[in-house]
T-cell receptor, first 112, second 112 residues
Framework: NAGVTQTPKFQVLKTGQSMTLQCAQD?????MSWYRQDPGMGLRLIHY???????DQGEVPNGYNVSRSTTEDFPLRLLSAAPSQTSVYFC???????????FGPGTRLTVL | AQSVTQLGSHVSVSEGALVLLRCNYS??????LFWYVQYPNQGLQLLLK??????LVKGINGFEAEFKKSETSFHLTKPSAHMSDAAEYFC??????????FGKGTLLTVNP
């Protein structure tokens, strides 16, 4: 099993550009989530999904969009990138909300 | 609502010394508690979890944590630090609402 995979590993954008961060898992997990990690802030939840077709907002959803058309994939879209979105983004999945979350390797995003 | 406070953003110990990383939580429901470790430029890896079974939880790499409801604490310990333990450690609390809330992290430095 590959576990949770994320692409790309690194990305540089200009202000106003849009892009999609990809996340996929092969563990048949129902629950998937996106976090951003900033120095001294820990991980903050952006959006999460409890199954295909079901998504909800986390702590810091503004400027991001998600959809969940399949169990395996959970892409994160930046609609119009801003320098404040410079961060490391982690995708995670779990078999249920009370079980451990498995994390991907992260995407380091820089917005100029 | 749930929250996590990690006391000390940076802890430094000597190799062979006791490691103690502090975590206090707030939760309106019986909590599920986790400790994750993050090595440089990597994703998060689960160290251990508490899910209402034994209050003393043993994890990987010789770490353990004790759930103390009266103190709302879940401190992480290891009797003897090793150089390879140098990393950032995150405490997280979850409930039945599929959301994990992370602390801001504690960076552990191990001195030779």
């Amino acid at each position: 099993n590959a576990g949770v995979t994320q692409t790309p590993k690194f990305q540089v954008l200009k202000t106003g550009q849009s892009m999609t961060l990809q996340c996929a898992q092969d563990m048949n997990h129902e629950y998937m989530s996106w976090y951003r990690q900033d120095p001294g802030m820990g991980l903050r939840l952006i959006h999460y999904s409890v199954g295909a077709g079901i998504t909800d907002q986390g702590e810091v959803p503004n400027g991001y969009n998600v959809s969940r058309s399949t169990t395996e994939d959970f892409p994160l879209r930046l609609l119009s990138a801003a320098p404040s979105q410079t961060s490391v983004y982690f995708c995670a999945s779990s078999s249920s909300g009370v079980q451990e979350q498995f994390f991907g390797p992260g995407t380091r995003l820089t917005v100029l | 609502a749930q929250s996590v406070t990690q006391l000390g953003s940076h802890v430094s110990v000597s190799e062979g010394a006791l490691v103690l990383l502090r975590c206090n939580y707030s939760s309106s429901v019986p909590p599920y508690l986790f400790w994750y470790v993050q090595y440089p430029n990597q994703g998060l890896q689960l160290l251990l979890k508490y899910t209402s079974a034994a209050t003393l939880v043993k994890g990987i790499n010789g770490f353990e944590a004790e759930f103390k409801k009266s103190e709302t604490s879940f401190h992480l310990t290891k009797p003897s630090a090793h150089m390879s333990d140098a990393a950032e450690y995150f405490c997280a609390v979850g409930g039945s609402n599929y959301k994990l809330t992370f602390g801001k992290g504690t960076l552990l430095t191990v001195n030779p």
